[in-house]
């Protein structure tokens, strides 16, 4: 995912950290810390037990715990998707990454929409892994008071354990509300999808998830919380991006990139001045061209990699000064969707298919959104 930064891998599992991330941690310390008062009083009442204030409430110890919670909030997610992601890699299916971002978190998988009876425990494996974590933090509110004879730290301890056991508990009940993205919506078309189409499925999770949006967002607006607006944006767009992902599975399931490539590809040499690939660009109304020596694919020449030098330079400058060396290729047999998987998660526009060590073809992304129009007729 673009903007992401990998922190390490657990189980073999690349973690990833959005920026958006680092946004939010500081923002989440803030509202904890500013309501440090309101918060203790709540969980005196829900856990029914005493909680010292005298190390919470002073100097920047509300800030400090409003930190603490915010991450351990957060760890708390990545044991969600990382539930997500064991369960299906039970199920054969290969985990690309998981990322953390500002509303949670994302397990990204090699292959498209599973299975029902594959989705439904994948689905099901984050909430219920969120609500043994809040029922863990939660007895461990219980424990404190043996933990330590020290009332002011187990002021301190109660408040992280119980704030993050309500935290945790609250995000299980939130998820498994029936609206994409949350694991609820999923729950809802595996449970359709025994029954019906896939896409039909779907469409039918999607508007209701679409609905929940609405409400989200007019309640946000009655009562003025931004956040919940965007809460309500973020469930809108996620559930419209999960009905056309669908869509174009169901649209594209039997079409190979052969049925689609254009041929015969136009190519350019390695040693090309940059200026008349420009021109190329311009005349044909391309934006990227395999780059050929000897007969070989070498390279990938774009309109961003032009982009990336200098316009005082281009005129001293050849093709393979500046094209992309790592080219990323399939053959005539590959799935569409492999092609536009990769064109997604990588962020290319074009992908060259070979066959026999020689390039017989190229698909963009127009060429699959051509296709995918023509089929809907």
Same mark, same amino acid.
């Given at each position: 995912?673009?903007?992401?930064?990998?922190?390490?891998?657990?189980?073999?599992?690349?973690?990833?950290?959005?920026?958006?991330?680092?946004?939010?941690?500081?923002?989440?310390?803030?509202?904890?810390?500013?309501?440090?008062?309101?918060?203790?009083?709540?969980?005196?009442?829900?856990?029914?037990?005493?909680?010292?204030?005298?190390?919470?409430?002073?100097?920047?110890?509300?800030?400090?715990?409003?930190?603490?919670?915010?991450?351990?909030?957060?760890?708390?997610?990545?044991?969600?998707?990382?539930?997500?992601?064991?369960?299906?890699?039970?199920?054969?299916?290969?985990?690309?990454?998981?990322?953390?971002?500002?509303?949670?978190?994302?397990?990204?998988?090699?292959?498209?929409? #599973?299975?029902? /009876?594959?989705?439904?425990?994948? *689905?099901?494996? =984050?909430?219920?892994?969120?609500? $043994? !974590? +809040?029922? &863990?933090?939660?007895?461990?509110?219980?424990?404190?008071?043996?933990?330590?004879?020290?009332?002011?730290?187990?002021?301190?301890?109660?408040?992280?354990?119980?704030?993050?056991?309500?935290?945790?508990?609250?995000?299980?009940?939130?998820?498994?509300?029936?609206?994409?993205?949350?694991?609820?919506?999923?729950?809802?078309?595996?449970?359709?999808?025994?029954?019906? #189409?896939?896409? /039909?499925?779907?469409?039918?999770? *999607?508007?209701? =998830?679409?609905?929940?949006?609405? $409400? !989200? +967002?007019? &309640?946000?607006?009655?009562?003025?919380?931004?956040?919940?607006?965007?809460?309500?944006?973020?469930?809108?767009?996620?559930?419209?991006?999960?009905?056309?992902?669908?869509?174009?599975?169901?649209?594209?399931?039997?079409?190979?990139?052969?049925?689609?490539?254009?041929?015969?590809?136009?190519?350019?040499?390695?040693?090309?001045?940059?200026?008349?690939?420009?021109?190329?660009?311009?005349?044909?109304?391309?934006?990227?061209?395999?780059?050929?020596?000897?007969?070989?694919?070498?390279?990938?020449?774009?309109?961003?990699?032009?982009?990336?030098?200098?316009?005082?330079?281009?005129?001293?400058?050849?093709?393979?000064?500046?094209?992309?060396?790592?080219?990323?290729?399939?053959?005539?047999?590959?799935?569409?969707?492999?092609?536009?998987?990769?064109?997604?998660?990588?962020?290319?526009?074009?992908?060259?298919?070979?066959?026999?060590?020689?390039?017989?073809?190229?698909?963009?992304?127009?060429?699959?959104?051509?296709?995918?129009?023509?089929?809907?007729?």
């Amino acid at each position: 995912m673009d903007g992401s930064l990998r922190i390490g891998r657990l189980f073999g599992i690349p973690i990833l950290l959005h920026w958006t991330f680092l946004l939010i941690i500081p923002l989440f310390a803030y509202i904890i810390g500013s309501q440090i008062d309101a918060t203790t009083d709540m969980l005196r009442e829900i856990f029914g037990i005493g909680i010292d204030t005298t190390i919470i409430i002073g100097g920047y110890m509300p800030w400090i715990l409003g930190t603490v919670v915010a991450l351990g909030l957060f760890f708390g997610v990545l044991v969600h998707e990382l539930a997500h992601s064991l369960v299906a890699r039970s199920k054969g299916i290969k985990m690309q990454s998981i990322t953390l971002l500002m509303f949670g978190g994302v397990a990204q998988m090699d292959e498209g929409t #599973p299975e029902p /009876r594959t989705e439904l425990p994948m *689905a099901l494996a =984050g909430p219920i892994t969120s609500l $043994i !974590f +809040g029922l &863990v933090c939660c007895g461990l509110v219980y424990i404190t008071p043996g933990m330590t004879p020290d009332p002011a730290l187990q002021g301190v301890l109660i408040f992280i354990f119980g704030y993050l056991g309500v935290l945790n508990i609250i995000l299980f009940a939130f998820n498994l509300i029936p609206a994409f993205p949350m694991d609820g919506g999923r729950v809802l078309r595996a449970v359709l999808a025994a029954r019906m #189409p896939l896409d /039909r499925a779907t469409r039918i999770a *999607a508007n209701v =998830g679409k609905a929940f949006a609405v $409400i !989200f +967002g007019i &309640v946000g607006l009655y009562f003025f919380s931004p956040f919940l607006i965007l809460i309500a944006l973020f469930v809108y767009i996620g559930a419209s991006m999960e009905s056309t992902a669908v869509q174009y599975n169901v649209l594209l399931r039997d079409v190979t990139v052969g049925n689609m490539m254009s041929a015969p590809v136009a190519t350019v040499p390695a040693n090309l001045p940059l200026s008349k690939v420009i021109e190329m660009m311009y005349s044909s109304k391309h934006l990227g061209f395999p780059v050929i020596e000897r007969d070989t694919l070498v390279g990938m020449i774009t309109l961003a990699d032009v982009n990336r030098t200098s316009s005082i330079d281009r005129e001293a400058m050849q093709v393979k000064d500046v094209m992309t060396r790592d080219v990323i290729v399939l053959p005539p047999t590959a799935p569409v969707m492999d092609a536009l998987r990769i064109m997604s998660t990588r962020n290319i526009g074009r992908i060259p298919i070979v066959q026999e060590d020689r390039i017989v073809g190229i698909v963009t992304r127009t060429d699959i959104l051509k296709v995918t129009e023509l089929r809907k007729i």
